[in-house]
Structures are given as structure tokens and as C-alpha cells.
């Protein structure tokens, strides 16, 4: 009896429960019926179905994008990429570039590449079409001189000259700056103011000084050299020319710029290549392997604008030559100069001016050559003359010379010299300043090689009639030229 009050209270509150859930499932599937039935109703619904569709595929999409870029990250350095479809291509994102590379375009070939903010900018340098190639050559010689003997002795002395040649390949040409300092006084000379009855001659001159001694560096030569033809080379000087620039000297183991072969000017070449030198153009053409034309004009004073300088206003000397080789290492040349105002720099007094103190106008004729008879040994020569005409009258001038030389005596790269002949002698005049004595010059010098860079070269000169003159005393000159190149 106690539990019956229980079991109808739960049954009844079972009843109204269920009759409420009725109520209201009736209730919201008559609203469904209506919104179903509203036109409205369907496009919302529609819209809705659609707009969660397109949400879903894109965050597939997403999902697929995001896979294929680690994949391609991964497989970049071993496989080309696979093809993808023109969707997945609009909406994935493109890979990242690589570290020295800009990405590739994402657009057609032609279209130009969006760079990558991280990524490198790489630049392509312009081309360029004016290229300079320059090279250093250097030249250091260590001088000692002194005349033991004679009416010009003077004190030994000790210098130097340096030289630095900046060499520059300019669009097939040869651009070349030479700087030289000399500190290195002439050994030849006499102080006029102590001893009045003292002279001064170019007679022993020595190759490698011109007498200056205070060492200031300046400009020597200044020359561009270019191929007009195979055949044919031409230099243009516009500083300190010389003739030897486009003209064989025809003494090969003497001529050495005063760095090798004779310790002399007057050995180093014969004296009518000293007679064309300063400003202006050179042309050397070769009409076979064994025939060669040089010809070339040069002013003493060309870059001087002033009266009685210039290019054609002052001194000049223009020089024509014919070189024949004869043998293996074997030549001659026949050469002609015809100069305004210029000296030898060797010889006498007389035969560089006149009475007036002026050179005047020359015609120089001049024959050298150079045999070579053995590995061993070689023997050259010439024989020079010039006809002066200067104010106060005419001269005759002659200077010759016979050289021997030893190629490796004593060792590879060793070289010794021997050479007898007469410096430039006024042999007649019509002026009164013929030279009273002919006198002889006479060389030796040994030279040894003691690297390729180091050469050490004694040498003596002996002069019979210093400055062709009668009643001067015999004079022996002495030198020590040590060489260093880099």
C-alpha cells in the first residue's frame, strides 16, 4: 500500500512529459512546412549548402597545396617537378627561391620574374669593351767611375740610375711610361772655375748617365707603339724619343741602353743613331724576313711652341734606314740622317758644334754590321761621316769602330767585349775647328751574370788624344756598373 501513491506520480509526470515533446514536434514541423514553401526560404538554404560547400573544398584545396609545396621542397634538388592542375596553380603559393638564384617566373616565359623579398638581388655587369693591362719593369744601376789618368782627372764617384716602366696594352697597342732618376755625374770632366786651363769633353762618356746628379724623378720616355699592318710597326713619341725605338742598331751584344754589353756611349751604338732623338713618329715595315725599312722623324724641342722650336721650327733629325740580314745572326744597315741643330753626344767639341757654337745642318752616312761566326764568337763595326754646314763654313766629320764579342765566356749569360775606333774627329773644315790630332778609343768590359735579375760588369776605356787634341795626355777610364732588373 505504501509504494501505489509512488508509481502513480511517476506515471503521471511520464504522461505530461511525453504529451509536451508531442506539442512541440508538431509545433516546428508545421514552421518547417512554411519555410519550406517560401521561395526565400529555398534561396537562403541553397545559399547557405553552398557557401559551406565552397569553404569545404577550399580548405581542401589548402590542405593539398600546403602537401604539394613540402613535397616539391623535398624532391627540388633530385626530380623536376609534376604537373599540376590549372586551379592548383592559381592558388598555391610558389615555392621559395633559392639562395643565389632569382625564383623562376610564375607567369609565362616572357613575362619578367616577381623577386622574392628574401632572395638576392643578382646583377650581370655591363660588358666592357676598353679592357687595360698594365705591367711593372723595372732597372737599377749601381755606377762607380773615375778617371786614373790624363788633363781631365777627377775623383771617383759612386751612383746610380733608376729606372720604372709602366708597360700598358691599350686595344692592341703598347702604351709605355718610363720614370728615370739619375744621381750619377760624367767621369770625364774637369772643374773649369778651380783650374781654368781644364776642359770638357763627350769623348768616354759613359751608357748609363747623362751627368745629372741631383736624382729627381721625371718623365724619360713617353711612347705608343701599335701594329698598322702585320708588316708594319709605328711609334708614336711624345717624350724623350730615340731613334733606336724603331731602328735596329745593328750591334746586338754592345748596344744595351747603358744596362748591358759596353760601359760607353760611344760603344753602346754608332754615333749616327745619337743624331735623331725628341718628338715624333717612327715606322719600321718589314718586306721580308730578311729586308726591313725604317724611317722616322723626330724635333729636338717639338712639344716647345715658342720661335725657333717646334715640331718644324727648331732642331730635328729624320732618319732612313735599310737592313739586311745576311745570316742566322748576321745583318747590315745602311743608313742616312739628315738633322738640324743635333749632336753626336760622343766625339770632340769640334765635331758636336762649330766656331760659332752651332751645329748646323748635317747630312750623316753611316754603314754598321754584325757576323756572327760561331756560337762563340761575333764581330761587327761601322764607319760613320757626316758633311756639316754651319755658319762660318763646312766640316767633314768621321768616327769608326771595330767590336769582337764572347757570348758565355766563362759561363751562360756571361758576355766579354773588345772594341777599337775613333769617337766623331773633324777631319777638315773651312771654318778653322779641324781637330789637331786623331786619337783612338779602346774598351774592354767583362760581364758577368749572376742571376737572371744580377749582372755585375767591370770595364775600362783608354783614349789616346782626349777630345782630339794635340798635346793632351793619354787617359784611362775606369768603371764598375752593377744591374739589378725586376
Known amino acids: 500500500m505504501s509504494n501505489r501513491p509512488l508509481n502513480w506520480l511517476s506515471i503521471t509526470a511520464g504522461s505530461l512529459f511525453a504529451t509536451l515533446l508531442l506539442i512541440t514536434g508538431a509545433q516546428a514541423a508545421e514552421a518547417g512546412l512554411s519555410t519550406s ?18 569553404e569545404l573544398i577550399a580548405l581542401r584545396k589548402k590542405k593539398r597545396s600546403k602537401l604539394k609545396i613540402k613535397r616539391k621542397a623535398k624532391l627540388t634538388a633530385i626530380a623536376a617537378p609534376t604537373a599540376t592542375s590549372p586551379t592548383d596553380l592559381a592558388q598555391a ?8 638564384l632569382a625564383p623562376p617566373p610564375a607567369t609565362p616565359p616572357a613575362a619578367e620574374p616577381t623577386p622574392t623579398p628574401n632572395a638576392p638581388k643578382v646583377e650581370t655587369p655591363a660588358p666592357n669593351h676598353f679592357s687595360l693591362n698594365t705591367k711593372l719593369e723595372g732597372q737599377v ?16 764617384a759612386f751612383g746610380h740610375r733608376t729606372r720604372l716602366e709602366l708597360i700598358t696594352d691599350i686595344n692592341g697597342g703598347t ?3 718610363r720614370l728615370q732618376a739619375v744621381g750619377l755625374g760624367l767621369s770625364n770632366q774637369r772643374d773649369t772655375e778651380a783650374n781654368p786651363g781644364a776642359f770638357t769633353t763627350n769623348e768616354g762618356n759613359l751608357s748609363y748617365t747623362d751627368g745629372t746628379t741631383g736624382s729627381s724623378i721625371g718623365i724619360d720616355t713617353l711612347k705608343y707603339e701599335f701594329a698598322l699592318t702585320p708588316q708594319t710597326q709605328v711609334v708614336i713619341a711624345a717624350n724623350a724619343g730615340a731613334s733606336d725605338d724603331f731602328t735596329d742598331t745593328i750591334n746586338p751584344y754592345f748596344d744595351g741602353d747603358g744596362a748591358s754589353g759596353s760601359i760607353s756611349a760611344f760603344g753602346n751604338r754608332p754615333s749616327i743613331y745619337y743624331t735623331v732623338g725628341g718628338v715624333g713618329v717612327g715606322i719600321r715595315h718589314k718586306f721580308s724576313d730578311s729586308t726591313e725599312l725604317s724611317l722616322g722623324y723626330l724635333a729636338n724641342d717639338g712639344q716647345t711652341p715658342a720661335p725657333g722650336s717646334g715640331l718644324f721650327g727648331g732642331g730635328y733629325g729624320a732618319i732612313a734606314q735599310l737592313t739586311f740580314k745576311t745570316g742566322e745572326n748576321s745583318k747590315v744597315g745602311v743608313t742616312y740622317t739628315r738633322t738640324m741643330n743635333a749632336e753626336f753626344g760622343t766625339g770632340s767639341n769640334n765635331a758636336n758644334v762649330n766656331a760659332s ?13 754584325s757576323f756572327q761566326l760561331s756560337p762563340e764568337f761575333a764581330l761587327g763595326g761601322w764607319a760613320g761621316y757626316t758633311q756639316n754646314q754651319a755658319a762660318g763654313g763646312d766640316r767633314q766629320i768621321w768616327n769608326w769602330a771595330i767590336t769582337a764579342a764572347a757570348p758565355d765566356l766563362g759561363g751562360k749569360g756571361n758576355l766579354a767585349g773588345f772594341l ?6 773633324v777631319a ?25 735579375s744580377l749582372s755585375i760588369t767591370p770595364g775600362l776605356i783608354y783614349l789616346t788624344a782626349p777630345n782630339q787634341e794635340d798635346g793632351r795626355g793619354s787617359a784611362l777610364i775606369g768603371a764598375l756598373r752593377t744591374t739589378f732588373t725586376f
Open 37 to 54: 514553401n517560401s521561395p526565400n526560404s529555398t534561396l537562403l538554404a541553397h545559399h547557405t549548402l553552398s557557401h559551406r560547400s565552397t
Open 93 to 100: 603559393t610558389p615555392p621559395p627561391a633559392p639562395t643565389e
Open 141 to 156: 744601376i749601381f755606377g762607380g767611375a773615375g778617371v786614373f789618368s790624363g788633363d781631365f782627372e777627377r775623383n771617383a
Open 175 to 177: 702604351l709605355t711610361t
Open 357 to 369: 757654337g752651332l751645329s748646323g745642318m748635317s747630312n750623316n752616312f753611316g754603314l754598321q754590321g
Open 420 to 425: 777599337i775606333g775613333q769617337e766623331p774627329r
Open 428 to 452: 777638315s773644315s773651312s771654318d778653322g775647328t779641324t781637330d789637331t790630332k786623331a786619337g783612338l778609343h779602346i774598351e774592354g768590359f767583362y760581364q758577368f751574370k749572376v742571376s737572371d
